[in-house]
């Protein structure tokens, strides 16, 4: 066999196990850096994350994410918004793109920021008409009606499917269901839906748990 061929295989083989290694390695770091945040040990993630072998093997896009989870979980409103503006100026996949628009909604949702969640409604509107993403529009619709635009007309409609949900799982449409009587003034049944849906929320919350 010609040598320089052989070489050629040689090196490409010791390219393949090396990124290999380095795929392992690199995935080894990320749950690292989860298990941090999940356990909430922050200082632990910022060494971890400060770390110059961590800025080299994290993806540009994973490395930010987790700064934005580590600012959401520090309550830090500056820096989320600094993230948050950031990916506006990032080229992201549609996996990409789905995911920082949910974050961005679902936190501009309990911001009460019309403006930042009319912008995320339509990033995840944007998204590709797949079927893993037909619900996850039709949800952030419904909220945005309710929410940002005080609809009540889909009253009805929500009890039915609340009706019909396993308790655990009743807490988001509890939720919406106590803004459209806020938005009616009746307080007793807004009132009602709101510690409905802590309750149930805690309920799925301890089942998450429990699963784990």
Do not use: C, W
Not at 47 to 65: C, G, I, W
Not at 70 to 75: D, I, L, Q
């Amino acid at each position: 066999m010609n040598p320089y061929l052989i070489a050629v295989i040689v090196l490409a083989v010791a390219f393949v196990g090396y990124d290999m290694y380095m795929s392992q390695k690199r995935k080894a770091l990320l749950d690292k850096l989860t298990e941090h945040l999940l356990k909430g040990e922050l200082r632990d993630f910022d060494d971890l994350m400060a770390e110059n072998s961590t800025k080299r093997l994290v993806p540009p896009f994973n490395y930010e994410f987790l700064q934005l989870n580590r600012a959401m979980m520090g309550g830090n409103k500056n820096r989320i918004t600094q993230l948050f503006d950031q990916f506006k100026t990032r080229m992201l996949n549609p996996a990409q793109k789905r995911e920082i628009a949910i974050r961005g909604f679902n936190y501009y949702l309990e911001e009460k920021n019309n403006e930042q969640l009319t912008y995320y409604r339509d990033q995840i509107n944007s998204l590709p008409d797949k079927a893993e993403n037909a619900a996850l529009k039709e949800e952030v619709n419904t909220y945005y009606r309710v929410t940002v635009e005080g609809r009540t007309d889909i009253l009805d409609e929500l009890l039915e499917k609340t009706e019909k949900l396993p308790e655990k799982y009743r807490g988001m449409n509890e939720y919406l269901i106590s803004q459209i009587y806020e938005h009616m003034g009746n307080k007793e049944k807004t009132e009602e839906y709101i510690n409905l849906s802590r309750k149930h929320m805690e309920m799925l919350g301890t089942a998450a748990q429990e699963n784990k």
